[in-house]
């Protein structure tokens, strides 16, 4: 605090929003600190807790370091931002893969390459794809092992 700092980062926040009463803390002492939390999985009810004074940003734990960058800038110039991403709760379509989504996942998690993976499952490389495809828009994932790594962290795989 012999600092003032203009922002501070918060650690992971869940959905029972237990990590807001060390921004709650943190805004009595310094009420001119900008407050960004990491969101584990903040629901509707978390952004409800969200202290109204002073700016504050919320930003998804796996949202990428640019987003991040940008949050923390927003906080420098006074715009608070909570990500639409991270109040919108996903479908229950988009929270569960199919059988052969998984099956395509778990085998990219163990490195192999598409051709290897059509042949094993007897499927086209193209088909491959496809549920490849389908499984990172689910998922949120940048790429087919982003998606793989997240399946596999949510215990899917």
Not at 7 to 24: E, I, N, P, R, T
Not at 107 to 112: C, K, M, Q, R, V
Not at 141 to 150: H, P, Q, S, T
């Amino acid at each position: 605090m012999r600092l003032l700092p203009a922002v501070a980062v918060l650690g992971s926040v869940s959905s029972s929003g237990d990590g807001l009463s060390l921004a709650d803390e943190l805004r009595a002492v310094a009420p001119q600190c900008g407050i960004a939390v990491i969101g584990t999985d903040p629901g509707r009810g978390t952004m409800e807790k969200v202290p109204s004074n002073g700016v504050f940003s919320v930003v998804p734990d796996n949202a990428g370091l640019t987003h991040l960058v940008r949050a923390i800038k927003g906080l420098v110039s006074d715009c608070a931002g909570i990500d639409q991403t991270v109040i919108r709760q996903p479908s229950p379509a988009r929270q569960s893969l199919s059988d052969r989504e998984r099956e395509v996942l778990r085998l990219t998690a163990d490195g192999a390459p598409v051709r290897e993976i059509a042949a094993e499952l007897f499927l086209s490389p193209g088909t491959v794809r496809n549920l490849t495809s389908s499984a990172i828009k689910k998922l949120g994932g940048r790429n087919r092992f982003d998606a793989a790594c997240i399946a596999s962290k949510r215990g899917w795989l």
